[in-house]
């Protein structure tokens, strides 16, 4: 547990108010003796699916199987080129590269750091076959433009929604966009599990049929193998936990985006703040802002006791496992790298956390 006065982050104190129910949920599976593929997948699924809005909901590991197994079961021809932006977190890329794909980068919009779709066409060869914009910070990405432009050039989408869970644009859910839509609920999300845990959405039947073979060694059914496949499942105590906290993602949602609020209104006009859209509803699973004073700012505030992260401090481009796969200069990603910090805005931040936040960085920068 953090010493801070106000943590970044206490998962502690995030989950306490379910503890009881998640208790009685782990319990049921302890008891059902079933702990892999059983009723708590199966409820979890259709639970999720019916949230997001998509037709169905596959269980797997963790968000970067979910992306890579969307790519596997697309069969595109090795070497397919995959657009992606050049600020998102590596996993896109590593799923890029895990299904035989090269990922080719287009720079985010400077104000909303998602994939700026503006910039698509510059990135298109004869050898793309889709597009993974990723909805970063739990802001929708550009997906009217993007999917007009993969509707006149042919091309999938696939949406990396690791940080989205529940944003909408324009009222449609994130994840019900594109050919897939990617979830991880690793322990920090907005749906956090206990541990690793994904999902991947879609409203494709038969795509739908391949993953959860593809999930589970390439089979339906047991020692009949129709596919080169991994072992890749959300097990039954995730499944249930998940389960649980689904039903209270509006509550968490809310509490959020009323921190955001107070952040809008009280942070003082050095800083950048992310960009507000009336027609985008931003779950606030990371509260970025902006300013060259970065790394000073951050440390007057630890030393008032305040927690803060940066998302992301290395530009994917400028990482050493990248060094073969990515080329040339993208300033925006780093730019964005170099000034974005995130501020506390967890389900156990409380409202006067954050006016004592915004009250540090006023002075930080008043002195």
């Not at 494709?204 to 496949?229: F, M, T, V, W």
């Not at 921190?259 to 027609?279: G, S």
């Amino acid at each position: 547990m953090s010493t801070l006065k106000i943590a970044y982050e206490n998962l502690q104190a995030s989950n306490a108010p379910f503890e009881a129910e998640i208790g009685k949920a782990v319990d049921r599976v302890l008891a059902s003796g079933w702990f892999i593929n059983g009723q708590s997948v199966a409820s979890f699924e259709r639970n999720f699916a019916s949230y997001i809005g998509a037709k169905h909901c596959i269980g797997v590991a963790n968000g970067l199987d979910a992306l890579t197994l969307s790519l596997r079961a697309m069969e595109y021809p090795q070497g397919s080129d995959i657009i992606t932006s050049s600020n998102s977190y590596i996993a896109t890329l590593l799923a890029i590269l895990a299904a035989g794909h090269r990922p080719v980068l287009v720079e985010p919009n400077s104000a909303t750091y998602n994939l700026d779709a503006s910039q698509l066409a510059k990135a298109l060869t004869e050898k793309t076959r889709a597009i993974m914009p990723t909805h970063l910070y739990g802001k929708p990405a550009a997906m009217t433009e993007i999917m007009g432009f993969a509707d006149e050039h042919a091309l999938d989408v696939f949406e990396d929604c690791a940080q989205s869970h529940g944003a909408k644009l324009a009222g449609k859910t994130t994840g019900t966009f594109g050919k897939t839509g990617s979830f991880s609920f690793y322990p920090t999300k907005n749906l956090g599990g206990f541990g690793d845990g994904g999902a991947i959405t879609t409203d494709d039947d038969a795509l739908a049929e391949k993953l959860r073979a593809l999930r589970n060694y390439g089979s339906h059914e047991k020692y009949k193998n129709i596919y080169q496949g991994v072992n890749s499942r959300l097990d039954e105590i995730q499944a249930a936990i998940l389960d649980v906290k689904l039903t209270h993602l509006d509550t968490i949602t809310a509490h959020k985006r009323e921190l955001a609020q107070i952040y809008f209104a009280h942070l003082p006009p050095q800083v950048v703040l992310p960009l507000q859209e009336t027609d985008s509803f931003d779950v606030f699973h990371i509260f970025a802002i902006r300013t060259k004073q970065r790394d000073a700012l951050r440390q007057f505030l630890s030393e008032q006791g305040i927690g803060t992260e940066i998302h992301y401090p290395i530009a994917p481009h400028r990482q050493e496992a990248m060094q073969e796969h990515l080329s040339g200069e993208w300033p925006i990603a780093e730019a964005l790298a170099d000034s974005q910090l995130s501020l506390p805005i967890s389900f156990a931040t409380t409202q006067d956390d954050v006016r004592e936040v915004c009250a540090a960085i006023t002075v930080f920068f008043a002195s």
